[in-house]
């Protein structure tokens, strides 16, 4: 029955999602201050007025759009580095076994433990933290490059050979349409990412950024101010991972679609 | 003393013209999985002239492939030497057109764009380029397709496109492998008809490989056959009928022609799969 009506569908899942959110929200209001410590969990109404505050105050916004910032350049460099090294690994086989296994194996590190090492390089501030998201968007944008060039069908590449293409033709006329649809797989897959390193890196040490507002605030035992940071990270994460995700389904310049 | 014969039955009458591709003593290995090369060809000479169309019959995988690979200049002989035009192949061969079962077309370009590619990277100004592949659509009966993107034609559509884009920069010598194995039967003989027509309006030399022995029947002035692999030329026969005037046109010593060429093939596929 449902499923002949695939709007009702989608409206139901969401009504039902709404309610769900809706219940938790409920419940923590009613128990904050009855079962729980209000000073550990806040309460949801708390939490909106605080960030309301923040709102008027140009707090919360100045603090976002620090975070976005860093993830804006971190996404850059990264995506940039990522591309040329992997492009350059598909089309030389030499350069991929020598420099694959390398970049397989830094990928394992995890990042943040380099945060120390860049704070001493860098110093605290806006380089230190755009480092440590490029080396953690790189290996996105490295594997979705190489990957996507290499399983590029051989008698297309054969065609432009044939028809006498050169390398940087082939490049901008083949390589790079083609690599369109894995570089947008490569942009959803890695953004959450440069959050996670961004406010990871602002909870360490920073001047600015909702991570710093998160950390500040729990110093201070506001416990509605943490929630408002984080609630505002999760609104900020889901809303570019959406607009990655509506970008990826508008594209169509993958060849698996044809 | 057996190869001297072969290639005095292959090298071309003195009076014709000489050969547009010439192939000698060639052999070639691919790495294969472990230590062991798989060779895909031993010992093949051949030449073609200018104008002729030639089919190349085998076994499957034998490595019929690999030898229009080394006349496009796609891939190496090991050994041997292969001359186009006079001058040995040193690199992707221009002069030639390819066309694979795979149409390789850029999903993301319009039918057009497509068939305009090989004007583009030549630098061809725009509206010259856009104009010629026009014409040239034209001519293989996809008129009014300009604008479609190949997800939305059919196999023997799309093939055409393919053989539009070969075509719109004047190969003198056409590459066909199998290019017509992936149509449905009918279609095929639509776009075998369409194929001789074009061959004959743009007076194109052709190499064919195919597995379909009516195929090669119907559209060759000669079919060379190769052993399974390594593959070796075991022989080269004329079709009597060359230059019918329809591909559906058939007569007895067709038929003949095709035993004779199943009988060999036949013998070559039994080996190959006896144990």
Known sequence: MIARYPWLERFLVLAVQLALIGTFLAIWEYAAGRFVDPTMVSRPSKIWDQASRWLVRGILEKAAGETLWIVLLGMLGGAGAGVVVGLACATWRWLDRLVEPLVTMLFALPKVALIPLFILWFGVGDTEKTTLTVTVVFFFFFYAARNGLRSLPQPLDDMMLLIGASWSQRLRLLYLPASVGWLLSGLRMALPYAFVTVVSAEVVSARGGLGVLAKNNAAAMNAAGVFAAIASLTLLGAATSGLAAWLVGRSRWTLANR | ?275
């Open chain 2, 1 to 275: 003393m057996s190869r001297i014969a072969t290639l005095e039955k292959l090298v071309p009458q003195p009076d014709a013209p000489p050969p547009i591709l010439r192939i000698e003593s060639a052999g070639k290995s691919f790495p294969g999985s472990g230590r062991q090369a798989t060779e895909a060809l031993r010992d093949v000479s051949l030449s073609v002239a200018p104008g002729e169309f030639v089919s190349l019959i085998g076994p499957s995988g034998c490595g019929k492939t690999t030898l229009l690979n080394i006349t496009a200049g796609l891939i190496r002989p090991d050994v041997g030497q292969v001359l186009f035009d006079g001058a040995p192949i040193t690199g992707p061969n221009r002069k030639v057109g390819y066309l694979t079962q795979d149409d390789a077309l850029l999903p993301w370009r319009s039918v057009l764009a497509n068939v305009a590619l090989p004007l583009e990277i030549k630098g061809v100004a725009r509206a010259e380029r856009l104009e010629r592949a026009r014409d040239i659509l034209q001519r293989v009966g996809l008129a009014g397709f300009e604008k479609h993107q190949p997800s939305q034609l059919s196999g023997g559509m799309r093939k055409r496109v393919s053989l539009a884009r070969t075509l719109v920069y004047n190969p003198a010598f056409l590459l066909l492998d199998e290019p017509f194995g992936a149509l449905d039967a009918q279609t095929r003989v639509v776009m075998q008809r369409e194929l001789r027509q074009v061959v004959s309006a743009f007076g194109l030399t052709v190499m064919l490989v195919t597995h379909d022995l009516n195929e090669a029947i119907a559209l060759s002035d000669r079919i060379l056959l190769f052993s399974r692999r390594p593959a070796r030329l075991i022989e080269a026969v004329s079709v009597p009928q060359a230059g019918r005037s329809d591909v559906t046109d058939r007569t007895r010593a067709d038929d003949a022609l095709y035993r004779r060429l199943w009988d060999r093939l036949a013998g070559e596929i039994d080996a190959g799969t006896a144990p």
